[in-house]
């Protein structure tokens, strides 16, 4: 059952978009919904689609239209369609033959053909999320919707999307328009709140200990690593900002490294690289590849972390910085991914495409 706490004063301390007074209980299915709010309590929709806006979320409603028509024989699960009438014969109702989710954009056009609440890429409205109080904030500056220039030698931080998702393709380009610097950039995904959260952070080379000398434990290494996120303290602490720097699981209750690239192959300035980044939440897997031109230059392979005690699956994605100005993002598509592709995910045959 869902329940409301007024408070006037909207303190959201680790940033989850859930006021403080009201974040409290448990998350069973670890999708990044508390089970007050979530709609399939045991069964991962951080997406919380509901096309039938009834008390259950698709995830776990056999009837997802309503119209009384079980969802393993309806042929428009997602619209109305009691008649089922099918006048071409091609396994689709007439009702959602063109539109499967009836959300009024044709499927060829639609990111999301099976969500009714995502339709197109869109970064605009997006929400920062400052990873260090005491560091400058990062500058995102819009060109369009599905680019951006993140302008200043920041602190860390991230740029999330509105949307919320369960499995997903994310891809674009990255462009760093500057002849300085060696730091970080890269996508943040799985994003609950600025405790939990994934990362794919691409540092250009090697380097020092951030703000600790004399700790070559702390150093970092150059290249592509994707990183779990379960801090305790979150962003007060400055274990949680070493977590983020460093490339090794040398932080306690903060992050462990999930892959990082054994070739550490790194950026190069005024280069286009194209990322392209998946997640499957029923696999639990993620992999990134990196192509400049015709080459892949890494490619993590499927990286599966089926911990139901540590990560959330599903949520929001967007874009990391942390120290490194002027990087361009842009060409950017997000789209979910539909049953099959996160099947393919989940027996790792991607890693053979």
């Known amino acids: 059952m869902l329940q409301f706490v007024y408070h006037l004063v909207q303190n959201d301390n680790d940033a989850d978009g859930v006021g403080n007074p009201c974040d409290r209980g448990r998350d069973r299915d670890r999708d ?9 309590q045991s069964d991962i929709n951080s997406d919380q689609l509901n096309h039938d806006n009834d008390s259950y979320g698709d995830a776990c409603d056999t009837d997802d239209d309503n119209d009384g028509v079980l969802d393993t024989v309806d042929n428009c699960p997602l619209v109305a369609n009691p008649d089922q009438m099918d006048s071409n014969a091609d396994g689709k109702g007439d009702t959602c033959d063109e539109d499967y989710d009836g959300d009024g954009v044709g499927d ?3 990111v999301c ?8 890429t869109s970064f605009f409205a997006g929400i920062p999320i400052k990873l260090d109080k ?3 904030t990062p500058l995102w500056d ?13 602190g860390p931080g991230f740029l999330l999307s509105r949307d919320s998702f369960t499995s997903f393709e994310f891809t674009g380009t990255f462009f760093v328009d500057a002849t300085v610097d060696n730091d970080y950039f890269g996508l943040v995904y ?5 405790r939990k959260f994934m990362v794919a952070g691409w540092k250009k080379s ?6 600790t000398p004399n700790r070559p434990e702390y150093e970092t290494q150059g290249g592509m690593q994707i990183r779990v996120f379960d801090s305790n303290s979150g962003p007060s602490g400055r274990d949680f900002k070493m ?14 490294t999930l892959w990082k690239d054994p070739k550490q192959t790194g950026w190069e300035h005024r280069t286009s690289y194209r990322w392209n980044l998946q997640y499957s939440a029923v696999s639990k897997c993620s992999r990134i590849r990196i192509h400049s031109g015709s080459r892949t230059l890494v490619d993590s392979g499927c990286q599966c972390n089926p911990s139901t005690s540590g990560p959330i699956h599903g949520g929001k994605l967007g874009l990391y910085v942390f120290s490194q100005p002027m990087v361009i993002f842009s060409g950017m598509k997000y789209k979910c991914l539909d049953d099959t592709q996160q099947n393919g995910m989940s027996q790792c045959s991607l890693q053979q495409q």
């Open 243 to 256: 977590a983020l720097w460093n490339s090794n699981n040398v932080t306690q209750n903060q992050a462990k």
């Open 190 to 194: 799985n994003y609950y709140s600025n």
């Open 108 to 110: 060829s056009a639609d």
């Open 32 to 40: 990044g919904i508390k089970d007050s709010a979530d709609n399939c």
């Open 142 to 154: 819009y060109i369009d919707e599905t680019e951006l220039v993140q302008r200043l030698n920041s």
């Open 113 to 120: 053909p099976r969500n009714g609440k995502i339709s197109k």
């Open 134 to 136: 005491r560091e400058q």
């Open 206 to 211: 090697n380097d020092a200990p951030y703000w």
